[in-house]
């Protein structure tokens, strides 16, 4: 079963770093997320594979909101 990464808090996706298909390592970056004017990286929870990127660059994200499906 997939691996959902959910942004932890709300903000602005400023990077994705990776795209689908992509084999990440546990703690691999994926993401940089904006909020209060502070960057927030977001890491990968296992190793895998990138099955989809739910979010683009600049879109608005809340929290809670799956950013990406690892497999």
């Known amino acids: ?11 602005t996706v400023q990077s994705v770093l990776v795209e689908a298909g992509a084999a990440v390592e546990a703690d691999d970056e994926l993401a ?3 909020s209060g004017g502070a960057e927030h990286l977001i890491y990968a929870p296992c190793a895998g594979t990138v ?8 879109a ?5 909101d ?4 690892i497999d």
């Open 1 to 11: 079963m997939a691996e959902e990464v959910r942004a932890p808090l709300a903000g």
């Open 32 to 34: 940089v997320l904006a």
């Open 51 to 58: 099955l989809a990127v739910r979010v683009a660059e600049k």
């Open 60 to 64: 608005a994200v809340a929290a809670g």
């Open 66 to 69: 799956v950013l990406l499906l």
